[in-house]
């Protein structure tokens, strides 16, 4: 009994002294988390602007350029790779062909070849093919596959930077003759658009490539054409940060999850046309 009396008058103000402690440790870390739970939900949360909110924030801005991504920012869906499947099927290219790109593009989504290969490749598929029958084809494609899906919002977004003479640019990893099809009759010019192409001599398609613009790339590309320093850019994938990251003044539109997120960490808003909603922003690798 004397032993254990001894025990617990000698260690009750030391285990008190500990309690404490522990408590106050527990206290601390407990409001540690709840801070950094909240600087997390600050850093994820970007404003959703409404249409009206959206053409004000464009138009007030004032861009003298403003630079545009397609695939998921003009219209949804990836007419990159819709095409390319497309193509396939109409028997464009060699069944041997068709088969690699097939092979090159399942590893791809497998995550072992990377975005700037793949696009590069889905263009070269088409070597020793006339230009022409390309273009051809891309006309016939967005027709009848893409068109449907632009956006109204930002088709009348992109008239009235036209009307307030506003120099229009498209940057896109898509294929050139399907990008220059989709955004001529929206008014964009050919000499301003900026696409994975591969050179043409006498008409007839090569395999060297030219440009491939995705993610960092893409920035480069608009820098090499003397874009520097666009007033504006939109965007819908973590392909185009780079180039919202230039702009003056950064608009994402139908952002994927991974973009609204850097979007909230940079204090950007986010617009989401009404044909978008309920729609995967996803465009190649995100």
Known sequence: MRRATWCTANSLPKLDVQIRRTSIKIELDMISSRIEERLLRTEIEAPKWTIEEFERLVLESRPRVAVFDCDGTLWSGDAGYGFMVWS????LVSRSTSDWIDTRHRAYRAGNVS????????V????????????????????????PNIFPEMVKLVADLRKAGA?????????????????????FVEERIAAAEVRVEKGVITSELLDVPTGPAKAVAL??????????????????????????????????????????????????????????????GE
């Open 223 to 284: 820098k090499r054409m003397g874009v520097p320093h666009p007033d504006a850019v939109f965007g819908n994938s973590l392909h185009d940060l780079a180039m919202l990251e230039m702009a003056r003044c950064p608009f994402p539109v139908n952002p994927s999850p991974a973009l609204i997120a850097e979007a909230g960490k940079r204090g950007w808003g986010y617009f989401k046309p009404k044909g978008s909603e309920g729609l995967d922003a996803a465009v190649n």
């Open 124 to 147: 070269q598929i088409y070597a020793g093919l006339r230009d022409q029958e390309l273009r051809a084809a891309a006309a016939q494609y967005f027709n009848e596959f893409v068109r």
């Open 115 to 122: 975005e700037e290969a793949i696009c590069g490749e889905m």
């Open 167 to 187: 120099e229009l640019w498209a940057v896109s990893s898509t294929n050139r003759w399907v990008i220059a099809e989709g955004v001529r009759e929206i008014g």
């Open 88 to 91: 396939l099927e109409q028997g």
